[in-house]
């Protein structure tokens, strides 16, 4: 690039990739910028899940055809409770929302190989971040050392940090951050044909405090993830025998895969620390996108969808104002507006999870009505998949069919119980219960993703 480019990107994966190759197709000069050398190089500890939210984006670039080609399976979720599993199903004549679970040794190098072949990108291997570049208080641009030793100053008039949950940019730019604690530890291995059949679901089990994840992928190779409480018996037993500890944890899970029937593919990977962080989104002249912006709970599998969508969020928000052509600024906050509306209703109830405590009131009449409710499952489905936010989740209207779904207790019980939960409105609950409304179906997704 023999000029200044309008846009550094700093981090060739999910997040970097999709900021690059829109940003691109809007116009500007992308500089993409990734510290590794060989353009395979891909992420290991991931759930590999592209939740249904991201459709919209994996369209927009077209990337649909190749994770088809490239023997993506469609990502559908069930969830085990105490109550049973809870196994969502199109609503009458409809469908049912999917993602895609296709594994980051895939996904890496072909999103890199979409951005480099995108008209206006540069995709520069083997250099790493060192510094930012400040003039008045603003962020111009970045310095940069090679894998062979060779320093660089590179300027533009943005500069994008995609490099991940332990962000140099981030970390160099001194924006914010918020820290919470992760009560669980968790451990991830891959499996060949431990979920056999055509498009077998992704299985959750939520087990109160601990968890589990199957997660079906390409050429039939599944991510097996434990996800225990840190209490001395699980750190001790996984401290002392890693495979031991791992089987037997899984062998003990209702309706456990089969996980001794089946080769180990992998070598089993341990995260004994996993703080959820969230980072201020924008500063003068820079943005955070991706695992940089927001790094939450990895039990969630979200990371890869919010990466796409935080960069698609950054385009849409900035306009032509990458080209000199408007409030660089203004389109900043915007965008850091929309992350934070967007993502942090549900990073307030991933750090609340993430202490390990029971569920509360409302998590055990929605697990317990999904059971039995197939309009309350689905409902849960879209929050599960981030395709409603958080206020539609708990809107009166689907909180009180979930009351009037749920047989365990008396309804009034049910009612007192949900004032332990801040944020409901339980008066309008409880005067939508004792009305006697049908049981209209609330489960009807805005058009966001593929139909399964």
Known sequence: MTNDPDVIVV??????????????????????????????????????????????VIDRLGLRPRLEAAGAVPHVSNYWTQWGWISPKAAPGGTLPHGFNLRRKILDPMLRELAAQTPGVELWLGQSVTGLISEDDRIVGVRTRTTGGQEASLRARLVVGADGRDSTVAQLSGVPVREAPNNR????????????????????WFLNPDGAYCM?????????????????????????????AFHQYVRELPDAPPIDDVPLVSKYI??????????????????????????TDPMWGIGCAWGMQSAAWLVDALGPAVLGEGDLDGGLAAYAGRHQVEVGGYQRIFESFATARPLNALERLMFSASARDEATARHAYLFGSRLISVPEFIAPPAIARAVLA???????????????VEFLNVDEISRLVHAGPSLVDVSEPAGHAADA
């Not at 050429?219 to 002392?240: Q, W, Y």
């Not at 341990?270 to 790094?295: K, T, V, Y």
């Open 185 to 204: 530890f968790a451990y991830f291995a891959y499996f060949q044909d431990l979920q056999p059949g055509d498009h077998p679901p992704t299985q959750i």
């Open 11 to 56: 981090g060739a994966s999910v997040a970097g990739c999709t900021a690059a190759a829109l940003f691109a197709r809007a116009g500007a000069r992308v500089l993409l910028l990734e510290k590794h050398s060989n353009i395979e190089t891909y992420k290991v500890l991931c759930t590999h899940t592209l939740q249904p939210c991201a459709v919209p």
């Open 270 to 295: 341990g995260m004994n620390d996993m703080p959820l962080r969230s980072r201020g989104a924008f500063a003068p002249g820079l943005a955070l996108i991706g695992d940089a912006a927001l790094s």
């Open 216 to 244: 079906p992928n390409d050429n039939g190779i599944s991510v097996l993830i434990v996800a225990p409480e840190k209490t001395p018996k699980h750190l001790a037993a996984f401290r002392e025998d890693v495979p031991g």
């Open 406 to 420: 749920q047989d365990d207790l008396a309804v009034d019980t049910v009612l007192e119980n949900l004032r332990e």
